[in-house]
């Protein structure tokens, strides 16, 4: 007998477990500074529930998460400086300016919903008695009080519209943007609603406010919102670099897309139930429907490198 046939056999076996053990080192290898992955949320009910989504999936991964409320140039700038990590709510074209402003500070990851509606709109009784256009508005100036109720200040969508009246555009020069949060803009279209009054304010889908109202969307406003009624795409944003550093987590991003009804369902159950429902809705919404971590987790692990979906699955009782 001889050794010579043993040898190369021991050697390819301790190759193969090198290389096995590298394999599996390398999966596990994610930096300490990925455990912990920062987001940031305007504080719109949308955003919340993408955000809940992604918490509710990097935790059952095994990473720690935390959310800060920011408005959108502070977003943007935080990115920049590497202190977030992400941010699930670039809406386009409205946020162009600031893409075009940090387009060498930050990565666009991909489109994560598309089909969204961003433009003025009002009360269903207020279009049918005749303001279905941009250019109708200033025709019932009397009505509206020569308001338009927009949402937090310093957000592109405002100052579209301050440039519009700046430029006495539709001849709304003398009207006056009535700036504040989203859940402010939202009561004082409840209180007109409840009492049949004319209102004109920034609307949006996805977003309950679609069904629990019965409103309708103004044509006219191209130049400022871009056409059918503000058709906007939502991209998802990393820090410059962050895929490379964290590349776990950066595939999670790539592989969430989300839809229209995902969202209103998920808004929807959230509305009304206090702040942090967002996540909350989010798990119940994705434990009814486990379908989608097929593609949602589709080549993500834990932290630790272990497969991800059972994981995800395991946290969520499915």
């Known amino acids: 007998m001889s050794i010579r046939l043993s040898k190369p056999s021991w050697l390819g076996a301790l190759c193969a477990t090198t290389l096995f053990m590298s394999s599996h080192w390398a999966a596990a290898a994610e930096p300490a500074q990925c455990k912990k992955v920062t987001l940031s949320d305007p504080g719109w009910t949308d955003i919340g529930a993408t955000n809940g989504v992604v918490t509710t999936l990097l935790e059952g991964l095994g990473y720690d998460t935390q959310i800060y409320l920011l408005g959108v140039p502070v977003g943007f700038e935080s990115l920049k400086n590497g202190e977030i990590d992400a941010f699930m709510g670039n809406w386009m074209p409205a946020q162009k300016g600031f893409i075009e402003k940090y387009q060498n500070d930050i990565d666009v990851v991909r489109t994560n919903l598309e089909g969204v509606k961003f433009t003025l709109a009002v009360p269903s009784y207020v279009y049918e008695q005749g303001v279905k256009d941009f250019s109708d508005l200033n025709q019932f100036a009397d009505d509206f009080r020569e308001r338009i109720y927009g949402i937090a200040p ?15 555009d539709f001849n709304l020069q003398d009207w006056q943007l009535v700036e504040s949060g989203e859940q402010g803009m939202l009561s004082e279209v409840d209180r007109a609603i409840r009492r049949n009054k004319f209102i004109v304010f920034l609307g949006w889908e996805p977003h309950p406010m679609n069904v629990n109202h019965d409103i309708k969307y103004l044509s006219g406003g191209d130049k400022y919102f871009g056409p059918n009624y503000g058709g906007a795409t939502i991209h998802t944003l990393t820090r410059k670099g962050y895929a490379d550093e964290c590349g776990n987590v950066a595939k999670l991003l790539t592989n969430l897309k989300f839809t229209l009804t995902m969202e209103n369902e998920v808004i929807d159950s959230a509305s009304g139930k206090g702040a942090g429902q967002a996540k909350q809705a989010a798990k119940e919404w994705i434990q009814s429907h486990p379908q989608v971590l097929d593609s949602w987790l589709d080549g ?6 272990e497969p991800g979906e059972p994981a995800v699955k395991q946290s969520l009782g499915i």
């Open 154 to 168: 310093g957000s592109p969508a405002n100052d579209n519209l301050q440039k519009m009246i700046d430029s006495n």
């Open 300 to 305: 993500v692990t834990t932290y630790h490198g």
